[in-house]
């Protein structure tokens, strides 16, 4: 299997390479230099792409290096997430409703027999099971779009992604079993992504590739929790994402702007505006986040040090932010 994982990370690359010309070529998957997002940040057009060479690097590697047919069903819904955001990629104007509708149906597929449904949230509340069920279906899916809202810079959901799946291969590597190969399978399919992504641009990760990780981070966060891994465990290492998301739904709300509407104020994008050097905010983020999750892997040992450590980060996160809006107000007196 460690040989094989190589191959795993060279498939990735070599078809993100194909995904860089034949998207350019055939006019479809490309993110326009022309865009008017607020969040676009790159200088030409670029291949939306990247996460098809990641999503069919996993399933090479889970047909021919593992193929354990019990969790077949889980690479079933994988896959219905990923086309999700994959046809979004290829063709945009998806309604977020058939896109919610997609995952949920993935996620779903991903729970047969129960597996990955997160109950016990101690020492808060052990949840019944179906309540347990719609809350790590909608959990899940808020990971994909915590991923996918991250991704602004070159190298930020998929450097995030790679800590997050060393950290889960990591904490499940003397349990075997399939957490641990998917993680591994996963990590080296983002790795031959990465090198093409980070620092220069080449392909971006797209919806497709940040909704698939997205799930399968959640779901295995979910059967750690099966095995006796707290479930704070899950949110303390993809806390930056999660309350990405949950800080910039409170200051819409604030300012009277829609919860979902795009702008160009989250964390990454404040700290590009100041260094005005995207692969050098991606790098410091990914470093200050690596510290962070090595400090949880080696010191909290249960699920009162996971929940310290998730709040620990997110007031880090808001002194950071805070200190980054005064800097460019000082800096352009029009912020």
């Given at each position: 299997m460690p040989n094989s994982l190589i191959y795993i990370s060279v498939i990735s690359f070599i078809i993100a390479f194909l995904c860089i010309f034949g998207a350019n070529r055939l006019g479809i998957g490309v993110d326009?230099?022309?865009?008017?997002?607020?969040?676009?940040?790159?200088?030409?057009?670029?291949?939306?792409?990247?996460?098809?060479?990641?999503?069919?690097?996993?399933?090479?590697?889970?047909?021919?290096?593992?193929?354990?047919?019990?969790?077949?069903?889980?690479?079933?819904?994988?896959?219905?997430v990923f086309i999700s955001g994959f046809l979004e990629d290829l063709y945009g104007m998806m309604k977020p409703t058939r896109r919610l509708v997609i995952q949920l149906l993935g996620v779903m597929m991903m729970f047969w027999g129960n597996l990955g449904v997160i109950q016990d949230l101690q020492p808060l509340v052990?949840?019944?099971?179906?309540?347990?069920?719609?809350?790590?279906?909608f959990g899940i899916v808020g990971v994909c779009n915590a991923l996918n809202i991250i991704d602004g810079l070159n190298g930020l959901a998929s450097?995030?992604?790679?800590?997050?799946?060393?950290?889960?291969?990591?904490?499940?590597?003397?349990?075997?079993?399939?957490?641990?190969?998917?993680?591994?399978?996963?990590?080296?399919?983002v790795l031959g992504f990465?090198?093409?992504?980070?620092?220069?641009?080449k392909i971006f990760l797209g919806d497709g590739g940040a909704y698939f990780l997205g799930a399968l981070i959640g779901f295995l966060l979910g059967v750690l929790s099966?095995?006796?891994?707290?479930?704070?465990?899950?949110?303390?290492?993809?806390?930056?994402?999660?309350?990405?998301?949950?800080?910039s739904i409170f200051r819409r709300k604030v300012k009277g702007k829609k919860a979902m509407q795009p702008d160009g104020l989250h964390l990454h994008s404040l700290l590009f505006k100041l260094t005005k050097n995207n692969p050098l905010s991606t790098f410091i983020i990914l470093l200050a986040y690596g510290i962070y999750l090595f400090c949880v892997l080696n010191f909290a040992k249960n699920a009162n040090d996971f929940i310290i450590a998730s709040l620990c980060f997110m007031v880090f996160y808001l002194c950071v932010y805070a200190l980054l809006k005064n800097l460019l107000k000082a800096k352009y007196k029009d912020f």
């Open positions: 326009s230099i022309y865009s008017t997002s607020p969040q676009k940040m790159h200088q030409k057009n670029t291949s939306r792409l990247g996460g098809l060479g990641i999503f069919l690097a996993f399933c090479i590697g889970y047909f021919f290096f593992f193929n354990e047919q019990s969790v077949f069903f889980v690479v079933v819904g994988l896959f219905i052990f949840l019944p099971l179906y309540l347990g069920i719609l809350f790590s279906a450097g995030i992604a790679l800590l997050v799946l060393g950290s889960i291969a990591y904490i499940s590597k003397d349990m075997g079993g399939f957490v641990y190969i998917f993680s591994l399978l996963a990590f080296m399919g990465f090198i093409l992504n980070f620092p220069f641009g099966n095995e006796g891994i707290s479930a704070w465990f899950g949110l303390s290492v993809m806390i930056y994402p999660v309350w990405e998301v949950l800080y």
